[in-house]
């Protein structure tokens, strides 16, 4: 029943940043737990950071200390800046809903695994 709208994705330099945005709708929207995955070319698509309920962020390894996930209530609004950005950030940003407290374990912890998917947003860093 989540509904979710990526935009924000754009070309910059490495080192510069980007605010992606994912507009949220759908009954309950906000009691999912909500997160950022990209899909590089080849390959399948990995989690970048998610956020629970309560404001917990995690983040994947790469993504840490780089980029922030952050939810608007207010604004039905999910959010990932992202600074530092480099080459290899470059890749398609999905924003996502989890499946709830039933769902299979996901790759954050707190989280279940994906049941909604936005369209995506590219991403591109320049060298």
């Known amino acids: 029943q989540v509904d979710l709208v990526e935009s924000g994705g754009g070309s910059v330099q490495a080192g510069g940043s980007l605010r992606l945005s994912c507009a949220a709708s759908g009954y309950a929207w906000n009691r999912h737990c909500m997160s950022w995955y990209y899909e590089d070319p080849g390959k399948f698509r990995e989690g970048v950071a998610a956020?629970?309920?309560?404001?917990?962020?995690h983040y994947s390894d790469s993504a840490r200390g780089r980029f922030t996930i952050s939810l608007d209530n207010a604004e039905n609004t999910l959010s990932l800046q992202m600074s530092s950005l480099k080459p290899g950030d470059t890749a398609v940003y999905y924003c996502a809903a989890d499946s709830g407290p039933g769902g299979r374990p996901g790759p954050f912890l707190g989280c279940s695994d994906v049941r909604s998917w936005g369209q995506g947003t590219q991403v591109t860093v320049s060298s």
């Open positions: 956020i629970e309920k309560d404001g917990t962020g």
